[in-house]
């Protein structure tokens, strides 16, 4: 039986998970296929390494997405050129997300704005990971404690506790570890 471990107490990027299960052996030519039905347009990969680990950023294709929210998108990705189960577990990570957005802005999930300027990004990202954990195809995945950091952090909309809001509400139940 083969587990995936993720070690998060350091924190945990998108861009340093794909890297990660890259590393260890997740094909980069599915990843860049799942993003690649995201639509017309170049899909980059960016590799980047060193003795801090290999990181893989995911920019999706140029525009962005033609619906406002989460329940407009969310049917739209079953329709992807994407393995049928990459397609399922990249919209059942993207539900959590817009779950945690829409309980910090008291709204339900399906009414969450989709960014205009990041929204396919986070998409192609979801697509990356979803992609690469089906190449690996663990029998289970596990993880450490999630770290975190305090503080506060200067937004255009002012300053923000950290963990930002969206992020301590994908948190809450889990196992944490303060970050000084």
Same mark, same amino acid.
Request: negative net charge; proline residues 6%.
């Given at each position: #039986?083969?587990?995936?471990?993720?070690?998060?107490?350091?924190?945990?990027?998108?861009?340093?998970?794909?890297?990660? #299960?890259?590393?260890?052996?997740?094909? =980069?030519?599915?990843?860049?296929?799942?993003?690649?039905?995201?639509?017309?347009?170049?899909? &980059? =990969?960016? %590799?980047?390494?060193?003795?801090?680990?290999?990181? %893989? &950023?995911?920019?999706?294709?140029?525009?962005?997405?033609?619906?406002?929210?989460?329940?407009?998108?969310?049917?739209?990705?079953?329709?992807?050129?994407?393995?049928? &189960?990459?397609?399922?577990?990249?919209?059942?990570?993207?539900?959590?997300?817009?779950?945690?957005?829409?309980?910090? *802005?008291? %709204?339900?999930?399906?009414?969450?704005?989709?960014? !205009?300027?990041?929204? $396919?990004?986070? =998409?192609?990202?979801? =697509?990356?990971?979803?992609?690469?954990?089906?190449?690996?195809?663990?029998?289970?995945?596990?993880?450490?404690?999630?770290? *975190?950091?305090?503080?506060? $952090?200067?937004?255009?909309?002012? !300053?923000?506790? #950290? !963990?930002? !809001?969206?992020?301590?509400?994908?948190?809450?139940?889990?196992?944490? %570890? *303060?970050?000084?």
């Amino acid at each position: #039986m083969t587990t995936l471990h993720l070690d998060v107490r350091a924190g945990a990027t998108a861009a340093a998970l794909l890297g990660a #299960m890259v590393e260890v052996g997740a094909s =980069l030519e599915r990843v860049e296929h799942a993003v690649s039905t995201l639509g017309d347009g170049a899909v &980059r =990969l960016t %590799v980047s390494g060193g003795r801090a680990g290999t990181e %893989v &950023r995911v920019r999706a294709p140029h525009g962005s997405p033609d619906v406002d929210t989460w329940g407009e998108l969310r049917p739209r990705i079953a329709l992807l050129a994407v393995e049928q &189960r990459i397609a399922d577990e990249a919209v059942a990570l993207l539900d959590l997300l817009f779950a945690a957005r829409g309980a910090v *802005h008291g %709204v339900p999930a399906v009414d969450v704005d989709v960014d !205009p300027f990041s929204g $396919l990004d986070d =998409l192609a990202a979801t =697509l990356a990971l979803t992609a690469a954990l089906a190449d690996l195809d663990p029998a289970r995945v596990t993880a450490s404690a999630i770290g *975190h950091g305090t503080g506060t $952090l200067d937004t255009i909309e002012g !300053p923000i506790e #950290m !963990p930002g !809001p969206v992020v301590a509400e994908l948190i809450a139940d889990r196992p944490t %570890v *303060h970050i000084p």
